[in-house]
């Protein structure tokens, strides 16, 4: 510990005593015993093969793909989940500037809007209504007609 403060102190790299346990980076792992002994009888561990590398069409199709990203020729075709991907964020983006568009609505067009919706309300009364009538009972509909004849009367006698 003496020479760290001898290094703090005096600051050149050169004044730090190499044997300095505490300056020398360690492993941190722990080192197996099994690579000191000479045992023929332990199993040593081995890496699992991987059986899609070892197959001729991956080593072919690897090569390839080297090749041409040697030369600068990128593949032609995308794969499908970056195509769709692509179309997602498109028709995002798409999406979200129609909306931009509806809140950017003048004051004539909002107006415009309301009063459609007011027509569209009416017809369905209107529509409504006229079911109603057709779908009611047969006197129901003479009570409306005498009704009607009657205010003609009275409007007639009147004027």
């Not at 009888?41 to 899609?52: A, F, G, S, T, Y």
């Not at 197959?55 to 032609?76: T, Y």
Request: charged content about 40%; some cysteine.
């Amino acid at each position: 510990m003496g020479s760290l403060t001898h290094y703090v102190q005096d600051g050149p790299l050169e004044d730090i005593d190499p044997k300095d346990s505490c300056l020398i980076p360690r492993n941190i792992m722990a080192e197996p015993d099994y690579i000191e002994d000479d045992n023929p009888e332990l199993i040593r561990p081995q890496k699992l093969i991987n059986p899609v590398k070892t197959s001729r069409n991956h080593q072919d199709l690897h090569r390839e793909l080297l090749m041409n990203q040697k030369r600068g020729l990128a593949p032609q075709n995308k794969p499908e989940l970056q195509k769709v991907m692509e179309k997602r964020r498109r028709d995002q983006v798409i999406k979200q500037k129609e909306e931009e568009a509806q809140k950017k609505k003048s004051d004539l067009e909002i107006e415009l809007l309301k009063r459609q919706q007011k027509l569209e309300q009416l017809e369905l009364e209107k529509q409504k209504l006229q079911e109603e009538q057709e779908n009611a009972p047969e006197f129901v509909k003479v009570k409306g007609n005498l009704r009607r004849t009657g205010q003609e009367v009275a409007q007639a006698q009147e004027s």
